[in-house]
């Protein structure tokens, strides 16, 4: 077999196990979810951000977001905004809280988004993580300002 031949079948062969690992690694992570008041940690990766995470981790740290309209509206808006990029489905929903789950475009790589609206506040909690790899390129803080614009005037 030719060089290039066999580079070509180790390549394929990369790439192959690449998306057998990402598939398999895709699953909704079981930590999800409010509990306590609070949302699950970032793992020790810089590929999710919260405004949960200590003020002084800034790999993962984010502001909460002060918002001035209703719970059900500011939620709403942000269904809405995330439905509509078409990348986005809700996992889970009640008034309160809301759980995504955002597919890439070419890879397929899922991340969740969780916003949370404690009660008799008009603060947003906010976690984005990815599922796989170990940098984000800053897709998840990203995804957390875009929220922030929408909802702060």
């Known amino acids: 077999m030719s060089m290039v031949r066999w580079i070509l ?11 057998v690992y990402v598939d398999m690694n895709n699953d909704v992570p079981e930590n999800l979810g409010v509990n306590e008041g609070l949302l699950a940690p970032c793992p020790d ?3 999710c951000v919260s405004s949960q995470a200590p003020v002084d981790d800034t790999e993962h740290f984010v502001e909460p977001i002060f918002y001035r309209s209703s719970v059900k509206d500011a939620q ?3 269904e809405q905004h995330m439905l509509d990029s078409g990348m986005a489905r809700i996992v889970s929903s009640e008034l309160g809280y809301t759980h995504f789950e955002i597919t890439s475009d070419f890879f ?3 991340d969740d988004l969780e916003v949370y609206f ?5 603060v947003l909690h906010i976690r984005s993580a990815s599922r796989v790899g170990y940098d984000d390129l800053d897709v998840n803080r990203e995804r957390v300002r875009q929220i922030r614009d929408l909802l702060v005037d």
């Open 45 to 47: 990766m810089p590929n």
């Open 76 to 78: 709403l808006t942000i």
């Open 108 to 110: 397929g790589f899922k």
């Open 118 to 122: 404690p009660e008799a506040d008009s």
């Open 9 to 19: 079948v180790v390549v394929i062969a990369m790439l192959i196990g690449f998306f």
